[in-house]
């Protein structure tokens, strides 16, 4: 994501401190950071009221954020933002935006809003707005948003979609918005118990991904039948002539548990606007994270970042489509990553020039880390490593809001 600067703070609705950092904001820098690197790591997470209620990588909102100013070769704490308001879903940051809103009862006793889910939305490429999907339980019909940059809806687009799927995530070429419907709904008897979470994995429902036009009103999305899976990032979509790819981290089922072992893989669908048809691979295996040079959105990209776990801890991964090949970064058992962000440099427009910065966390030391590697060379030693002096989450909602425009990518 891009935005202007204002006041030495990339414009993502944080409060930076009057005057500069204050000197207990400024935190300690191992290593040098890349002079091109200039912009706002930000992350977010439940508000304590709702952290309850927030798992398996689905945010409650109210959500609150916050940020690490990364610029001149220093680093430092942004505030966190008040939490998000169920009136503006999104938030003003809408790379960020919860997963869930649960029905919103007033104190004078009557119902607001009721429940929602949200896609992670995505922004158009080489574009300003957004684009999600949203659901409601009880209702048989979902919505196509359009989002400004900060976050206000300007436009939404029914359509029929039974079942209140949960949808993490949704892919966008320039044609269509490329709808996921898997076995994962809303269950009423869940909700009444209390779960924390009252979604299902239904075995037996049908999974399918379906092309909605983009820009159009009053459509219905096109539907094409695949093997059940569950779908928690969209890494890319693009046209390809009559085809679409979609590119994502699947897993066989949602909500796993230890005794039923899911290795989390990159697949890619290839869906035939005209005839319906579909064909998928697998690309890489292993991957529970995966993002791309944004720049290359919307196109067939070469390369992908992600992270994988293992029982010798987690790696830090950088796929190149092109040749099959892949370079890794170990880490020893016991830390944590988060969904790493990639931070282009704004002097070269070439796929894959940046940076990775990535959030890791200690819960045992109670601390974490920010680490800043080239992004094509995750290999060797990060660049820099940025000390966090608490346990900072490690989570799935994390991302880069540049200082700066970045050129646009070539081949």
């Known amino acids: 994501m891009t935005a202007g600067v204002r006041g030495g703070d990339p414009g993502t609705g944080l409060t930076a401190p009057a005057g500069g950092p204050a000197a207990h904001d400024v935190l300690s820098v191992q290593g040098a950071l890349p002079a091109g690197l200039d912009g706002c790591f930000l992350l977010s997470g439940a508000h304590p009221v709702t952290a309850a209620r927030s798992c398996g990588g689905a945010v409650a909102g109210p959500h609150v954020f916050s940020g690490i100013r990364l610029g001149g070769g220093e680093a430092w704490w942004l505030r966190a933002e008040l939490p998000v308001r169920r009136d503006d879903p999104l938030g003003p940051v809408p790379a960020l935006a919860p997963s869930l809103w649960f029905a919103d009862r007033r104190p004078s006793g009557g119902e607001g809003p009721g429940p929602a889910a949200f896609a992670r939305p995505v922004r158009e490429a080489g574009g300003t707005h957004w684009h999600t999907i949203a659901t409601y339980p ?3 019909q979902a919505e196509h948003l359009v989002a400004a940059p900060d976050g206000a809806i300007v436009r939404a687009e029914p359509f029929s979609l039974p079942g209140a799927p949960l949808m993490q995530a949704v892919g966008l070429t320039r044609r269509y918005v490329v709808v996921l419907d898997l076995p994962v709904v809303h269950s009423r008897a869940a909700e009444l118990i209390g779960a924390r979470l009252p979604y299902v994995w239904k075995p037996g429902r049908p999974a399918r991904i ?11 999305p096109r539907w094409t039948q695949i093997e059940p899976c569950y779908v928690p990032h969209v890494v890319n979509a693009y046209d390809d002539g009559d085809q679409v790819v979609l590119d994502g981290v699947s897993r066989a089922r949602a909500f796993s548990s230890p005794e039923e072992p899911d290795r989390p893989h990159l697949r890619r669908w290839v869906l035939d606007a005209a005839t319906g048809s579909v064909t998928t691979r697998r690309l890489v295996d292993g991957l529970e994270t995966a993002v791309l040079d944004e720049r290359a959105s919307g196109r067939a990209g070469r390369f992908v970042f992600g992270t994988a776990n293992s029982a010798d801890g987690p790696r830090i991964v950088v796929h190149d489509l092109a040749t099959g090949l892949s370079g890794e970064h170990a880490l020893r058992p016991g830390l944590r990553v988060g969904r790493p962000v990639f931070a282009p440099d704004p ?60 050129e646009t990518v070539t081949g």
């Open 138 to 140: 009880g209702l048989d």
């Open 210 to 220: 379906g092309l909605l036009p983009r820009d159009a009103q009053g459509a219905e």
């Open 347 to 406: 002097h070269c427009a070439q796929e894959g020039a940046g940076w990775l910065v990535v959030p890791v966390q200690d819960a045992a030391r109670r601390c974490g880390e920010l680490r800043v590697f080239d992004a094509l060379a995750v290999g060797g030693p990060p660049r820099a490593v940025v000390r966090l002096p608490v346990a900072a989450p490690a989570g799935w909602r994390t991302a880069w809001c540049a200082a700066s425009v970045p």
